[in-house]
């Protein structure tokens, strides 16, 4: 059974419009979102209706679409988009290069930016759905690459999301994991239910049970006992910010796994596309890190848990440092090991391929 496309582009006259198969709601329920403004985008992203960084990419590039079609103030639209999710570079990146297309078809001459939609929401959404296409190209990419590193009769534990709710094709570590399934090299996927919002067992399970993947979740807190079990041959997560240095900011509780994997010797490996790189972060350090609501914690599933007044700690994301990393893999291969000089080209070719 197939997952239904997290993002959609409504054409006028029915949009210009931005749908989103809102995430808060599995598996309960399949449910679209009809974003036909900004703010409404905006308040999407935020809440986690769409997420995962490759999507977010998309979203915020189709974001600034929609402001231009309205004939909105667009610089202000994109900055606003941008600033939903500060620590998922990708969202920036789709932002910035639709704003970009937006640009030079509007102030090409370096005239005042005209009344009305055309020609720059016709650039821009050009530049949202090429966005898109090289999305689903890399995760297919991914794939192929990632499928070497697993070994045969494969016992896989993943955390978070990363398949076809998080980007475009059929994902970045999920891709992977589909790709060994379909191979006949996995014997048992292990996911994480990944706490506090479980993404691990609302979506990925969701995307597994259709996919026909053997799966099993299980609490964040028994990944220790399951490695030193000896039943997991392989971590694979994804990412939502890869630093030059190669450390790598993912949902909280992937440190965590990094350093179980290393401790029990297990590879742990990290799949995302060249988008995720940004090279304009030196190091781990610099990665601003989202910090969420206390009542994502206190709350779950409608039921308060923690006494009212508690104070929380609740980042979104944790850093990997790169000496823990075994691997990289990207639509342009396998990075490893991870050093600040196996991902300057990476910079090289993001630039080619952002002005193609």
């Known amino acids: 059974m197939s997952v ?14 931005v749908e989103l198969l809102d995430q808060t709601r599995l598996p309960a329920a399949e449910e679209f979102l009809t974003c036909t403004d900004v703010p409404q985008l ?36 994109a900055a ?25 078809a509007e102030l090409g001459d370096g005239a005042t930016p005209r009344q009305g939609a055309a020609p720059g929401a016709s650039a821009a959404l050009a530049e949202a759905r090429s966005i898109a296409a090289q999305e689903a190209e ?6 192929r690459h990632g499928l070497a590193l697993v070994p045969d009769g494969a016992r896989v534990l993943t955390h978070c999301n990363t398949g076809s709710l998080a980007t475009a094709g059929e ?14 090299k996995l014997t048992r996927l292990w996911i994480d ?15 597994a049970g259709r996919s026909g993947i053997p799966h099993s979740l299980l609490a964040d807190g028994a ?53 995720t790189v940004d090279l304009g972060t030196p190091d781990g350090a610099a990665i601003p890190v989202e910090h969420r609501p206390a009542a994502e914690l206190a709350i779950v599933a409608g039921q308060q848990v923690a006494p009212s007044g508690t104070e929380a700690y609740n980042p979104a994301f944790d850093v990997t440092p790169p000496s823990l990393v075994t691997a990289i893999v990207t639509e342009r291969g396998v ?15 993001m630039s080619l391929r952002t002005a193609s």
């Open 4 to 17: 239904p496309a997290a993002l959609r582009w409504v054409e006028p006259p029915a949009g210009p419009a």
């Open 193 to 207: 239910e990944t706490r506090p919002l479980l993404q691990g067992a609302r979506l990925t399970a969701w995307e």
């Open 138 to 143: 890399s995760s297919a990419a991914m794939a």
């Open 171 to 184: 994902g970045t570590a999920f891709a992977v994991i589909r790709a060994a399934h379909r191979a006949g």
């Open 80 to 104: 606003a988009i941008a600033a939903a999710r500060p620590t998922a570079v990708n969202l920036a990146v789709g932002v910035n290069r639709a704003l970009t297309a937006w640009r030079a």
């Open 223 to 275: 990944a220790a006992s399951l490695m030193a079990s000896g039943q997991v041959d392989l971590v694979l997560t994804g990412a939502d910010r890869i630093a030059a240095d190669g450390s790598v900011a993912n949902k909280i509780g992937t440190y965590g796994l990094a350093v179980l994997a290393r401790h029990h010797r297990v590879p742990f490996v990290v799949v995302a596309p060249a988008s």
């Open 335 to 349: 990075i490893q090991p991870v050093t600040p000089g196996s991902l300057r080209d990476l910079g090289a070719y």
């Open 42 to 77: 905006v308040a999407a992203i935020g809440r986690l209706a769409v997420r995962g960084a490759p999507l977010l990419g998309m979203a915020g590039a189709y974001g600034v679409a929609l402001a231009a079609f309205r004939a909105d103030d667009v610089e202000a639209a």
